[in-house]
């Protein structure tokens, strides 16, 4: 076994079980209520506990005796304990709460609970791993280990699972990463999830409707160990290595205009995917009209904007602006200049077609600039999903001739503006709400 994850000592330095795992149910468990002694309610149910043993607790009783239990609308609860909507569906709200836990409801049950009140997770659920697991030892003189679960659906499966969501005294992840299977194939990518394995096999005994929310694990001390370890925490999986990091509720927001980057190099690969989905944008006329010049070198882009900001000076000079006030509103153009790489968005409207008057080139200009706008709006979506800030900044719609000349453009591309892109030096800020209702007419 790997104690890579966490830093605490085995009970038992054995290799892992393969034989004897018993689940046994701990039934006489009374309703538990604020302030309830868990430890020694646990204990005076349960046979006598072993060494090596893992006591396994719904979360929902150590809500109740932790009191989170909250007379409370159920949406506002969910709301209250929801700090991103990662998907929607009808009636049905998957949050991530403020654990890192993803799953339906941000964690909020109404079942097993009066009317009219709601049952919250527990605040810190490792932290009450911890406690119930020091307070069994006290009372019991042995070294178990603690999970506390919940139940929670997974992406691509039908049914539900318990999971652990709190660990103490417990390897929650058993690193076979580096072994060899009976092949002599070396394992590359196997960590198993051992905590919630465990969570799950005493659901099979624990039952929802028996009232029967401990079970023990015994046949496993090689996972328990003698320090509480690093807890269930280390089951959720860090946003920046998770594929799934973003749910279909929160793909747009995950958008902002970013004007500081980091020094990171951003991934061409990314660029190149979020290209391919800027040409999925509707168009008319079923036209392609969307181009893009990928500005990598710091000579292009240097010259880019240099020539750009040439063009801006002797703008704002024509208007009459004096020095000083020049110097002040060129600064804006400086996202540009910090970000890594360079994306012009470029028009090409070969396809447009020509009429006799003036009102309907018009729309039909207007109808190219509408697919350009779309085209761009998936680029920046979806670099922001590989995890890259974008800035589009207008420059290059004021002097399309000197973006063109200086990129050396091929003919008939228009730039629309330019796209800065690179690491988010920080990460932004909250979007404020829209009420819907304030933008829209209904007829
Ligand atoms: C066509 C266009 C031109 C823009 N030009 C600039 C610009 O010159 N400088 C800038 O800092 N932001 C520019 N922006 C970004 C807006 O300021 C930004 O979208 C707005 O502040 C809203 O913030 P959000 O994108 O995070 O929702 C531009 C946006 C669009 C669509």
């Not at 309830?36 to 893992?54: F, N, R, S």
């Not at 909020?108 to 709601?118: I, K, P, Q």
């Not at 600064?331 to 447009?352: F, H």
């Not at 063109?404 to 008939?412: E, F």
Request: aromatic fraction near 4%.
């Amino acid at each position: 076994m790997n104690a890579e994850t966490t830093n605490a000592e085995p009970i038992n330095q054995g290799p892992a079980s393969h034989g004897a795992v018993s689940v046994i149910a701990v039934p006489g468990i009374p309703e538990i209520t604020d302030g309830a002694d868990l430890a020694k309610l646990i204990v005076q149910a349960a046979p006598p506990l072993l060494d090596g043993d893992i006591l396994v607790v719904t979360s929902k009783i150590i809500s109740k005796a932790e009191g989170r239990v909250v007379k409370e609308d159920r949406e506002d609860a969910i709301a209250a304990e929801t700090i991103r909507v990662v998907a929607r569906r009808g009636l049905t709200t998957i949050a991530q709460t403020s654990h890192g836990l993803v799953l339906a409801a941000a964690g909020v049950d109404r079942s097993n609970t009066a009317t009219g009140t709601v049952v919250l997770l527990p605040t810190d659920p490792d932290e009450s791993a911890r406690r119930l697991r020091a307070a069994v030892g006290d009372l019991t003189g042995t070294e178990v280990g603690v999970l506390v679960t919940d139940t929670m659906g997974r992406p691509w499966r039908n049914g539900q699972t318990d999971t652990a969501i709190g660990a103490a005294g417990v390897q929650p992840l058993r690193d076979h990463r580096g072994q060899a299977d009976t092949f002599g194939n070396e394992l590359l990518v196997t960590v198993a999830a051992v905590a919630d394995e465990i969570a799950a096999a005493a659901e099979l005994v624990k039952g929802k409707t028996d009232q029967v929310p401990v079970a023990i694990v015994r046949g496993l001390a090689e996972l328990v160990t003698t320090h509480p370890g690093p807890g269930a925490a280390a089951l959720i999986r860090p946003a920046e290595e998770d594929m799934f990091r973003l749910g279909a509720a929160d793909v747009l927001s995950e958008r902002r205009t970013v004007r500081e980057f980091s020094a990171d190099p951003v991934d061409g690969e990314a660029v190149r995917r979020a290209i391919e989905a800027a040409l999925t944008a509707p168009a008319p006329h079923h036209s392609q009209p969307w181009r893009f010049a990928i500005v990598e070198s710091a000579a292009a882009k240097t010259r880019l904007l240099d020539d750009m900001l040439a063009a801006w000076v002797s703008d704002l000079r024509a208007d009459g602006f004096t020095q000083e006030q020049i110097a002040k509103r060129v600064r804006r153009g400086e996202p540009l200049r910090k970000a890594p790489l360079l994306i012009v968005p470029c028009l090409v409207s070969d396809a447009a077609h020509e009429y006799p008057d003036k009102r309907r080139n018009a729309a039909e200009r207007a109808m190219f600039l509408v697919s350009m706008g779309a085209g761009v709006q998936n680029l920046l979506v979806a670099l922001a999903v590989e995890g890259l800030g974008s800035c589009w900044v207008s420059s290059a719609l004021f002097c399309g001739p000197v973006a063109s000349a200086a990129l050396d453009l091929p003919a008939g591309w228009e730039p629309m503006g330019a796209v800065g892109v690179g690491h988010p030096a920080a990460p932004p800020a909250p979007r404020p709400p829209r009420d819907p209702a304030r933008y829209t007419v209904t007829r």
